[in-house]
């Protein structure tokens, strides 16, 4: 079994059809997502990506049809039909079937859930390469749902993604309006330079995601300085190192940006091993 989807009170197996062409998400957007791991039997933090899920429904004008207790309560359940040595990633989302009163309006009302489980093997502790996004930059809050996991913010990213892969990338560093670091395509970003961590401070325009406060909180707590501050450009040419944070990943070392080649370094090793060490007290099975 690689995919179980649980969707109006049933499991199922594969990838179920399950869109009309006249649902509201199917052409206008109106869906939510999150992601959260299973890996060694441990779920880090499925109760942050439940809550976080119905947030995002709220912040597009959807009615969740799900408490963020019951749909925890169903990942554990999906989670479980796989065993204890699956590597998975838990996908629970929110989409509206109909419009509004609006010509493009959405109709919370009409809100659906479901959860998929699906296998996805740990890129954990695996270094990437970055390039800087030139074609693409984050939105502001004014231009999209930016305080959402928003499925319709995706496709800007994926355009980062395509001019990154083109150039010999993995992933990108993307900017924000003012022209200052963000993030990268897909994941948070975090930077060391003589023992001090440094991550972009949440202005808005992208989401602090949920590994990303947690290796914070970690490093904090490990005695690690985490500064969370604008970023520039300069701050990437003269950091000591670079890593990520994000769900498909987990804390990946940076060994390439643009034409600098970084070894992986110490406070990212220690960020990765501290995640690691947290999410093994995070039991599902």
Known sequence: MDTLTYWNGTWHEGNPAILGPR??????????????????????????HAERVVRSARALGLKPTKTAGEILALMHEGVRRFGPKAELYVRPMFWATKGGPGPISVDGDSTQFLLCVYHSPMRAGTPLTLGLCRSIRRPTPES??????????????SRGVAEMLARGFQNGIVLDAAGNVAETCSSNLFLAKDGTVSTPVPNGCFLAGITRNRVVKLLRNAGITVEERTVTLADLDDCDEMFTTGNA?????????????????????????????????????
């Open 23 to 48: 649902d509201h998400a199917f052409w206008l957007g109106s869906m939510v997502f999150d992601g959260g791991r299973v890996f060694e039997g441990c779920g880090p933090d499925l109760d942050l």
């Open 144 to 157: 999209a749902p930016t305080d959402a996991k928003a499925s319709c913010l995706y496709p800007n990213s």
């Open 249 to 285: 990943g987990k804390v990946q070392p940076v060994s390439r940006y643009e034409s600098r080649d970084l070894q992986p370094g110490p406070i990212g090793r220690q960020a990765h091993e501290l995640y690691m060490t947290f999410s093994r007290t995070q039991r599902v099975m």
